[in-house]
């Protein structure tokens, strides 16, 4: 009984510092691949709270000079799940 306890308790303790990064693409357009890349990104806490930023595809791409959009990706990192939140939308064109 002990053993399933230390092996639960350590389990746990994995979860409690776990963290998971994805990346996807989000859009595409038949514009051409430009050499320019906007980023804008946005940080939250506890899933709903807006820390700082704002990662919209208008702000990347007025971040990174952009006036014709080839295609946008999006990574999110989190740990524990909705405890704290990254999102960082990318915009490549010209």
């Known amino acids: 009984m002990k053993k399933i306890f230390g092996l639960l308790a350590i389990a746990t303790a994995v979860f409690a510092v776990s963290s998971c990064t994805s990346v996807a ?9 430009g050499s320019k890349c906007g980023v804008a990104t946005e940080t939250k806490i506890l899933g709903i709270y807006p820390f700082e930023g704002d990662h919209g595809i208008n702000k990347a791409a007025k971040e990174g000079g952009i006036r ?3 295609h946008v990706d999006v990574e999110t ?7 704290y939140t990254k999102t960082t939308t990318k915009v490549y064109g010209e």
């Not at 990192?77 to 405890?83: K, Q």
């Open 25 to 33: 693409p989000v859009a595409a357009t038949s514009n051409p691949v």
């Open 77 to 83: 990192y989190s740990i524990l799940g909705l405890l």
């Open 68 to 70: 014709k959009i080839s």
